[in-house]
């Protein structure tokens, strides 16, 4: 089945410094992705929508400055988190609709920042 | 705007025990719905996808049913194991690549 593959699970960072996230569809070929947030014991979050070749999407209140999206092939989408402060803590998880209509999943990424 | 709610929001069953998650959304013009299972700290494991078109989808001892025109979607778990302890989400697409996901049901099946 579909594959969407995260990386990294886990980072912890200095306040003031910038994150990459990964997101990667293994085994298709993804010209949408999209990024959530989760707040613990909340549900997911749509922060952007990551279109190829294109500007992402971004969903209000979400600042497009902060959280970069670069989506530069068919199957790597990447969200920076620029200037990270301790409030950007958090989990983030990446998706890609598959072929059959559903959604993917990437194993997420546990965001610290101190 | 579609609202997406699941009920109960926990539920704890003795293991072996049949179960049934709940899940209604306002709008019911949808495309499909989509259950999946979240453990803590990892990312969302899909279960079941069901087209607008269909009323049902199983996969081993997990069903879950649609009914659009009502707004309203069920997850079936049989004999219930505490392998199935997890938050379970259900999500609804409403366009092209908008997906609307309830705030969950965290279940534990007790030993």
């Known amino acids: 089945g579909a594959v969407v593959s995260q990386h990294p699970s886990r980072v912890i960072c200095k306040s003031g410094t910038s994150v990459k996230i990964e997101c990667r569809s293994l085994?298709?070929?993804?010209?949408?992705m999209f990024w959530y947030r989760q707040f613990p014991k909340q549900s997911l979050m749509l922060m952007a929508t990551?279109?190829?070749?294109?500007?992402?999407?971004?969903e209000q209140g979400v600042e497009k400055d902060k959280f970069l999206i670069n989506h530069a092939s068919l199957t790597l989408s990447t969200l920076t988190v620029t200037s990270a402060h301790p409030e950007d803590s958090s989990f983030y998880i990446c998706?890609?609709?598959?072929?059959?209509?559903?959604?993917?999943f990437g194993s997420g990424t546990r965001l610290t920042v101190v | 705007k579609q609202e997406v709610t699941q009920i109960p929001a926990a539920l704890s069953v003795p293991e072996g025990e049949n179960l049934v998650l709940n899940c209604s959304f306002t709008d019911s013009a949808i495309y499909n719905l989509q259950w999946f299972r979240q453990d803590p700290g990892k990312g969302l494991t899909s279960l079941l996808l069901?087209?607008?078109?269909?009323r049902e989808q199983t996969s081993g001892r997990l069903n879950a049913s649609l009914d659009k025109s009502s707004g309203r979607s069920t997850l079936y778990i049989a004999a219930s194991q505490p392998g199935d302890s997890a938050t379970y989400l259900c999500a609804v697409r409403t366009g092209a690549n908008n997906l609307f996901f309830g705030t969950g049901t965290r279940l534990t099946v007790i030993p």
């Open positions: 990551s279109n190829e070749g294109s500007k992402a999407t971004y």
């Open positions: 085994d298709f070929q993804a010209t949408t």
């Open positions: 998706s890609a609709r598959d072929s059959g209509n559903g959604y993917t």
């Open positions: 069901i087209q607008s078109s269909q």
